[in-house]
């Protein structure tokens, strides 16, 4: 049978745009909403980042709650509430059920969020799977309030309901909200493991989560010391991509593109646009930035490159801490032996300032317990939020697979006690996707990742090392006391001297001989790093 024709004006009666939000409620799976297990820990991990960052960015130590109740075995109720700043009435709708809306997108500052879009596809998250609107309460120490808040999905705009100002002395934000499916379980994926290594990644906060089942557990806070706060910076010329650069230049107040260059990014000076004119000189700088093409843009990506700049600033960076680290992970983990550091500031694509902080933690309570006993297991943490999806594809795995194990004494990875915690902060982190939970593997950074956690491994090594000898040592000299008494008695048979005395000097030979008794101050202490030496692979 023949197909019948269609013209372009028959088919493109069906030609319609669809907002943000409606393309998210299809692709709900770009944001991390796959899977029960997942979707309800993408929930509390985008309330708890926004909470964290609020608290940072205000400079009050994060008091925050988590409570998950289940309703039915697929649909929960999760409340996320903090002490931070609280957020104004009048931005509340946008702040939590708009998508792409914020105060951090637009900044070139390290904090958790970097797109607007977290608490909105929780909201769209609760529309599409139960229909019901999320519930706010909000406290600025002027005055709090409460309300209802839904999403239009076809405008991406909140709907608001039932507000109402409180007397409440409140300050602070609380959200609560029913998805559905969902699923609460206690695995490596699942809301509790997300506290913990929030906890373990953020030792200046305060975390407590309240289980399905009612159980509470809290990880107190364990450093009385703030992260330093992150400095806003500009993006360096050797980060930026011609597409970037064309959006900053049709959005600058500047009058023309040299101010433009030197205004919107770091280490361009009036001598650098010099140079720049040299070289491009079929661009005019002297033109509006609005009206910089896109063969332009790429042609000034172009000579960045090709011209000699100061490294970028490195202040914009937030990390943990070493000593921060170290405290956290003897609190959580428990383990035998411990050894952290802090790298340097490293860049990658030429522009973009990176640091990693590795911990190594071995025995105690290191490692991952199983039913066939305990596994290796990695940590991984980008700008201090766990990523707990899409291991497989992240560069922190890729760097831990790439270690030759067996040159540290840990013999197979996967089957010791051993914990390896990676952080890696910056600006710009390179995901992998929107969910944000793996790192891309751009080999600047694996290379880096890799030199942080052999620096920790070579001390681990060493207390491997040590604790073999001393077991070596142990059963030598265990087994050369079995023959003492027996010794003895020959011996005192033959010289005719007392038994009792010989045998007596001969333990004593014994003993200093395997130097009993004599352990290594540091033997049994937990070991400590935070150097920056090199290393090699
Ligand atoms: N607990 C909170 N306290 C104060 N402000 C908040 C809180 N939660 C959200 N906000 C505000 O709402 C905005 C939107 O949050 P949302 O999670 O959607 O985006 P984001 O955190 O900026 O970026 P991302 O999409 O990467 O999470 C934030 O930028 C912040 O201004
Ligand atoms: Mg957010």
Redesign the pocket.
């Given at each position: 049978m023949a197909i019948e024709e269609k013209n372009a004006d028959e088919i493109f009666k069906e030609f319609k745009e669809q907002s943000i939000t409606q393309f998210f409620r299809k692709n709900s799976q770009m944001l991390g909403y796959s899977g029960k297990v997942r979707s309800l820990t993408t929930v509390v991990h985008?309330y708890v980042?926004?909470?964290l960052?609020?608290c940072e960015e205000a400079g009050i130590f994060p008091e925050i709650s988590v409570e998950v109740k289940e309703v039915n075995e697929s649909r929960h109720l999760v409340t996320v509430t903090?002490n931070?700043?609280?957020?104004p009435q009048k931005h509340i709708g946008k702040?939590?059920a708009s998508i792409l809306?914020?105060?951090?997108?637009h900044r070139y500052l390290q904090q958790?969020?970097?797109?607007?879009?977290?608490?909105?596809?929780c909201t769209l998250f609760a529309a599409i799977t139960t229909g019901k609107p999320i519930h706010a309460r909000s406290g600025t120490g002027k005055g709090s309030f409460e309300c209802d808040i839904a999403i239009d999905i076809k405008t991406n705009k909140p709907l608001i309901t039932n507000m109402k100002t409180t007397l409440e002395d409140f300050r602070g934000?609380s959200?609560s909200g029913e998805f559905g499916d969902t699923k609460y379980e206690r695995s490596d994926h699942g809301v509790f493991e997300y506290v913990k290594r929030t906890a373990l990644s953020n030792p200046h906060a305060t975390i407590k989560l309240i289980e399905p089942d009612g159980k509470e557990t809290v990880f107190p806070r364990s450093v009385n010391e703030m992260p330093k706060r992150p400095k806003q910076t500009k993006p360096h010329p050797l980060g930026i991509n011609a597409r970037d650069l064309l959006d900053f230049a049709h959005v600058t107040d500047k009058g023309n593109i040299s101010s433009f260059l030197m205004e919107s990014f770091s280490r361009v000076s009036a001598a650098k646009i010099d140079e720049l004119r040299g070289i491009a000189k079929d661009i005019n700088f002297d033109k509006k930035p609005r009206e910089l093409t896109w063969p332009e843009a790429e042609k000034l990506v172009e000579v960045f490159k090709s011209v000699k700049w100061i490294a970028p600033e490195t202040d914009s960076l937030s990390v943990i801490g070493a000593a921060q680290m170290e405290t956290a992970m003897l609190n959580i983990i428990n383990p035998q032996f411990i050894s952290v550091t802090e790298r340097k500031p490293k860049i990658f694509k030429g522009g973009i300032p990176f640091v990693v902080e590795a911990g190594i933690a071995y025995g105690g309570d290191a490692g991952k317990k199983t039913e066939e006993g305990t596994k290796g297991t990695i940590m991984r943490f980008a700008n201090k939020v766990p990523l707990l999806f899409d291991g497989s594809v992240c560069a922190i795995t890729e760097a831990v697979n790439q270690i030759q194990w067996k040159r540290y004494g840990i013999r197979d990875f996967g089957d010791e006690p051993i914990s390896v915690f990676v952080n890696i902060s910056s600006v710009y982190i390179p995901y992998n996707g929107i969910g944000k939970q793996a790192v891309s593997q751009e080999p600047e950074i694996i290379e880096e990742l890799k030199l942080g956690i052999m620096e920790c491994a070579r001390k681990l090594q060493i207390h491997i090392n040590k604790q073999r000898n001393m077991h070596v040592r142990e059963s030598r000299y265990k087994t050369i006391m079995r023959y003492v008494g027996q010794l003895a008695a020959d011996l005192s048979d033959i010289t005719g001297e007392n038994k009792g005395q010989i045998e007596s000097s001969l333990k004593h030979i014994v003993e200093s001989k395997y130097d009993m008794g004599k352990e290594d101050a540091d033997e049994e202490a937990v070991e400590s790093a935070s150097s920056d030496s090199s290393a090699e692979e």
């Open positions: 985008e980042a926004n909470s960052d609020a903090d931070g700043p609280g957020i702040a939590l809306s914020g105060t951090k997108f958790r969020g970097q797109q607007g879009i977290g608490a909105g596809g934000t959200v």
